[in-house]
């Protein structure tokens, strides 16, 4: 789906935030609880380690955490936040939504607050969402948030995902811009529905509720055919990728970063060349924090903006993939 080309009004990214908790979880301490070694998951993936939320810590904390710092950075109050989209597949509970939970905490009591599930594209499909909303005139302001508490829905005992995954938050706020400020200049996503079983908690929902039957099968956990994954990620990312800067007018030459999903270092090194973009401007922290799902490339775009390698102007693109299957990429001016 793709945006239309005139809107009446642009909108900008006016502030980025993170959160990841405390704990530490790196691959020697995996080692020690199931057969796995450093070298197979750093070689195979470039992850040396990850965050684990605390006990009684739960997806909307990290949410409100990373919202508040973007609040902060954006120089909005909560009271002025009028929509906030929580993008989660890990929510603190299936009904309300995590965004209910993060709107009480902000104290943002005049926000219209809803989730999405997109996996880990949900952060860019909300960001199309907010845009399109605040484009339209329906809202001035968004705060949109991708969080994940991962660790409560992974089978610790299974080497093939377990090893991949960690907890953390990421937020934007986007906001009505002015036409000297930086813009959202094109939104791409897609969703493949034929391929819902690469990747998918099969259990927990209305198809397969947990019962004292199956309560020890791990069926409330992450289940993945990797290489399967690995595959059409590479090709859905960088089709997605091309589209937005093809709309945007932009030359691979033009873009300042390149901010993709941080699930395997492989497949961001292939997307970089396939789009003839330099490592160099491709960011990358899955080493420190995993694959955080819906929060991996929020977390990646504040660390990056904070870090000073995104400057007002730039050209950045952030591109992700996740189950669904589905992918997602946008393409900003600063
Ligand atoms: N430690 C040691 N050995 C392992 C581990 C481990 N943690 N995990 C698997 N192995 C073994 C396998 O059993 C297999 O052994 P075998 O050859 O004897 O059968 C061998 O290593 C190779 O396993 P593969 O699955 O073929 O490894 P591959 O090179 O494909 O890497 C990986 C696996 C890292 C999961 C990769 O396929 C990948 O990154 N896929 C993409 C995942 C992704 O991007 N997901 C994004 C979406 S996530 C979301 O939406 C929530």
């Given at each position: 789906?793709?945006?239309?080309?005139?809107?009446?009004?642009?909108?900008?990214?006016?502030?980025?935030?993170?959160?990841?908790?405390?704990?530490?979880?790196?691959?020697?301490?995996?080692?020690?609880?199931?057969?796995?070694?450093?070298?197979?998951?750093?070689?195979?993936?470039?992850?040396?380690?990850?965050?684990?939320?605390?006990?009684?810590?739960?997806?909307?904390?990290?949410?409100?955490?990373?919202?508040?710092?973007?609040?902060?950075?954006?120089?909005?109050?909560?009271?002025?936040?009028?929509?906030?989209?929580?993008?989660?597949?890990?929510?603190?509970?299936?009904?309300?939504?995590?965004?209910?939970?993060?709107?009480?905490?902000?104290?943002?009591?005049?926000?219209?607050?809803?989730?999405?599930?997109?996996?880990?594209?949900?952060?860019?499909?909300?960001?199309?969402?907010?845009?399109?909303?605040?484009?339209?005139?329906?809202?001035?302001?968004?705060?949109?948030?991708?969080?994940?508490?991962?660790?409560?829905?992974?089978?610790?005992?299974?080497?093939?995902?377990?090893?991949?995954?960690?907890?953390?938050?990421?937020?934007?706020?986007?906001?009505?811009?002015?036409?000297?400020?930086?813009?959202?200049?094109?939104?791409?996503?897609?969703?493949?529905?034929?391929?819902?079983?690469?990747?998918?908690?099969?259990?927990?929902?209305?198809?397969?509720?947990?019962?004292?039957?199956?309560?020890?099968?791990?069926l409330a956990s992450l289940a993945m055919m990797g290489k399967e994954v690995f595959?059409?990620?590479?090709?859905?990312?960088?089709?997605?990728?091309?589209?937005?800067?093809?709309?945007?007018?932009?030359?691979?030459?033009?873009?300042?970063?390149?901010?993709?999903?941080?699930?395997?270092?492989?497949?961001?090194?292939?997307?970089?060349?396939?789009?003839?973009?330099?490592?160099?401007?491709?960011?990358?922290?899955?080493?420190?924090?995993?694959?955080?799902?819906?929060?991996?490339?929020?977390?990646?775009?504040?660390?990056?903006?904070?870090?000073?390698?995104?400057?007002?102007?730039?050209?950045?693109?952030?591109?992700?993939?996740?189950?669904?299957?589905?992918?997602?990429?946008?393409?900003?001016?600063?």
């Amino acid at each position: 789906m793709s945006d239309a080309t005139s809107s009446q009004h642009q909108v900008c990214i006016a502030g980025t935030g993170s959160y990841l908790p405390e704990k530490v979880l790196t691959n020697a301490d995996l080692e020690k609880f199931v057969e796995t070694s450093d070298e197979w998951i750093f070689t195979r993936t470039g992850i040396r380690e990850r965050r684990v939320a605390a006990e009684g810590e739960f997806t909307s904390h990290m949410a409100a955490k990373a919202g508040q710092k973007a609040l902060e950075q954006a120089g909005l109050s909560p009271d002025e936040v009028e929509l906030i989209i929580v993008a989660t597949i890990t929510p603190d509970t299936l009904t309300p939504a995590t965004a209910c939970y993060v709107q009480q905490q902000l104290g943002a009591m005049g926000a219209v607050a809803f989730d999405i599930s997109a996996a880990c594209s949900g952060f860019l499909y909300a960001m199309k969402i907010a845009k399109r909303l605040i484009s339209d005139g329906a809202f001035t302001n968004a705060l949109i948030i991708g969080a994940e508490k991962l660790s409560s829905f992974i089978n610790w005992k299974d080497r093939t995902t377990c090893v991949l995954f960690g907890d953390g938050a990421g937020a934007a706020v986007l906001r009505r811009a002015a036409p000297e400020e930086g813009s959202i200049l094109a939104t791409e996503m897609g969703t493949d529905g034929r391929l819902t079983h690469l990747l998918n908690i099969p259990g927990g929902g209305s198809a397969c509720p947990i019962t004292p039957e199956n309560a020890g099968q791990h069926l409330a956990s992450l289940a993945m055919m990797g290489k399967e994954v690995f595959k059409h990620a590479v090709n859905r990312m960088k089709e997605s990728a091309e589209l937005v800067i093809e709309r945007s007018g932009l030359q691979p030459e033009d873009i300042a970063l390149v901010v993709p999903h941080q699930a395997n270092l492989r497949i961001i090194d292939a997307i970089a060349d396939r789009l003839a973009v330099p490592t160099e401007r491709v960011f990358v922290n899955l080493q420190k924090y995993g694959n955080t799902s819906a929060a991996a490339v929020a977390i990646a775009l504040d660390e990056a903006h904070r870090a000073g390698a995104i400057k007002r102007g730039d050209h950045i693109v952030m591109v992700v993939f996740g189950a669904g299957l589905t992918w997602a990429a946008a393409a900003v001016r600063w």
